[in-house]
Every structure is written in structure tokens, then in C-alpha cells.
């Protein structure tokens, strides 16, 4: 018998048309109990409390996310008894707080703007008054926590690495940054070939870019996280979140996957590059979660059309790309 945290699936890949590229190939991480690749980041970091024995008869673990995460620690708390509260913000799409309230979870709302614009900054500030204050209370603190990327770099980076005799590029969306810091370190010790490129969200500070409003929770920050170093990334490509939405709507009906906002935006860094990638190159993308829980917002016109004043759509020269290749 399994515990639902063991049931974590780890190599699932498609190739995807339509891109331009012979040989794409999509990292699908939403088939995790969770629905995302932040299953692997909170049993990581919640296995490496367990083994310290720092979680305790009355311990209440604490952590800022903007949905997944949350999702995932809502997860492996309820099957493991643990007290957990969520800190979230009016980004955070209603379909993870309410799966979060199902699984137990206290979910508290952040809504005060931080000094950058966003809401991460205060996420933190309120968690650290509370740990302050209560030392029962045990902060994740997934962007600061080095079993964030630990764990991606024993999971992630690794199921990449044996599914490939080798990988060209390897398109990683930075969010907290521990998927991308995980294989940074395995890739740069296993395949040092390997390209890194790290993708961002216009607005978001972590690359050292001015702040801006973001509507899409997932990629981007607000305040740039203590795990991050841009040592060993190939290169860094910055999208805008009109593009991230036109390439979603593109890849569900291109594809028949129905993908979350930050696969949107780490294609369409994918789309932008596929000029300066040779033809016989490998290309692995991550796709961090599927797009269930953005059907009100990101597929939504109405929701849209507020944020952005019209429906994005592609370049014509990146939906006719396969045609030209098949010639």
C-alpha cells in the first residue's frame, strides 16, 4: 500500500507540434497527487523537518504561496497530521484555495501591496510576525530553504537527464526559483553542456528588472529569493503575460494541452528562441502544472479582455512554423 505522497510521477514527457522545433519535448509535471511540480518541493522540505525532528506535538507549519505549493502542503499535511496555514494573495486562483480549505488548510489573504508592487513582500512580513511571536509556528520558507532546490535536482533534473541520451536546452520558468536552482546544480555537474535558460515574467524583480503588475500567479517575484544565483544559467528570456496567454490558449487547441500560465510563458520563451536553435537540437521544456485551475481567469475572455484590453493571439510566423518545416 501507498501513501498518496508516494504516488509521484516523474516522467512524463510529450512532443509538441506547432512550435517550429523538430524536437520538443514538454516535461509534464501535473500528473503529481498535487497537480503540479511543487509536490516534489513540499515533500522535500517537509521530509527534511521530519528527519531534523523539528516538527513536534503542537507544531504548525506555515508558508507563502501563490497556490501550488499551498496545494501540495495541504496534501502531505493532512496525510501526515500536520497543522497547516497558507498565506495567499488576491492572485491566487480561487480553485487552489478552496482545494486547500478541502484538504484542511487554513488559508489566510494577504491583500496589502509590498514595496515593489506586489504581494510576496508582505506574504513574508506576515508570516515572520507570526513565527515572531509563536514559536510553535514552523516556516517552510520556500525561497530561502536550500532542500527547494535539493529536491528538484534528485527529481526533476534527474528524470530530464535519464529520459535524454543528451538535452540541448532546457527552458526553466523561475518562480521561487527552485526548480531552476535544482538543475542549474545537477546539469552543471552532469551534463555541463546542457543550456540553461532561465524564463521570467515581465514585471517580475528577480533578474534585477523594475517591478511590474503581474495578474498571473506562478512565474515571477516581487522580491528576489535567497536561493537564487544566476551562476550557470545560459541565459535569461523575459516574457510578457499577454504572450503567456495567447501561447496557452494556442497550446490547448494545438496540442489538446490545457496548461497553466507558466507553461504559457516558458513556450513562448521556446517560440522566441527557435531561431537560434539548430535544427537537430534536443529542447526539454517544464511544464509546471495544467490549466484547471486558470479556467476563470487565463481562458477566460471576460478576464482577459479587463486585464489586457483585447484577446492576445500569436505571431502568425509561430502558428505557420511547422508548416514551413515540413517543406
Known amino acids: 500500500m501507498h501513501a498518496i505522497s508516494d ?10 507540434k506547432g512550435i517550429g522545433l523538430k524536437q520538443l519535448h514538454l516535461k509534464i509535471e501535473a500528473l503529481n497527487p498535487a497537480g503540479s511540480i511543487k509536490m516534489k518541493t513540499a515533500l522535500g522540505m517537509i521530509h527534511d523537518l521530519e528527519t531534523r525532528g523539528k516538527i513536534r506535538p503542537g507544531s504548525h507549519l506555515i508558508e507563502s504561496s501563490s497556490g501550488s505549493l499551498g496545494v501540495a502542503l495541504s496534501i502531505v499535511c493532512a496525510e501526515r497530521g500536520y497543522c497547516f496555514t497558507c498565506v495567499i494573495d488576491p492572485n491566487s486562483s480561487q480553485q487552489s484555495i478552496k482545494m486547500m480549505q478541502a484538504l484542511g488548510a487554513q488559508v489566510v489573504l494577504v491583500d496589502r501591496r509590498d514595496e515593489n508592487g506586489g504581494f510576496l513582500g508582505s506574504r513574508i512580513a506576515y508570516i515572520k510576525e507570526l513565527i515572531a511571536r509563536d514559536e510553535r509556528i514552523l516556516w517552510l520558507n520556500q525561497y530561502a530553504n536550500p532542500e527547494n532546490p535539493r529536491a528538484h535536482a534528485r527529481t526533476t533534473a534527474l528524470s530530464i537527464f535519464e529520459n535524454f541520451d543528451k538535452v540541448d536546452y532546457l527552458f526553466i520558468g523561475a518562480g521561487t526559483t527552485g526548480t531552476l536552482m535544482g538543475c542549474v546544480q545537477f546539469f552543471g555537474t552532469h551534463s555541463p553542456d546542457t543550456k540553461i535558460i532561465a524564463v521570467d515574467s515581465v514585471g517580475s524583480v528577480t533578474f534585477g528588472f523594475a517591478a511590474g503588475t503581474r495578474h498571473i500567479p506562478g512565474l515571477g517575484t516581487s522580491r528576489r529569493p535567497e536561493i537564487f544565483s544566476p551562476v550557470g544559467i545560459h541565459e535569461l528570456a523575459m516574457v510578457a503575460e499577454a504572450d503567456s496567454i495567447a501561447m496557452c490558449r494556442y497550446l490547448a487547441r494545438s496540442n489538446g494541452i490545457l496548461a497553466g ?26 511544464s509546471p502544472d495544467l490549466g484547471e485551475r486558470y479556467l ?10 479587463e486585464r489586457f484590453g483585447c484577446i492576445p493571439t500569436l505571431p502568425e510566423h509561430v502558428t505557420s512554423c511547422d508548416a514551413a518545416l515540413a517543406e
Open 7 to 16: 504516488l509521484v510521477n516523474d516522467h512524463n514527457f510529450v512532443q509538441l
Open 296 to 305: 476563470d481567469t487565463i481562458y477566460h475572455d471576460a478576464w482577459v479582455i
Open 261 to 286: 500560465g507558466s507553461t504559457g510563458t516558458v513556450l513562448s520563451a521556446v517560440a522566441a528562441w527557435r531561431g537560434r536553435i539548430p535544427d537537430d537540437a534536443t529542447v526539454v521544456a517544464i
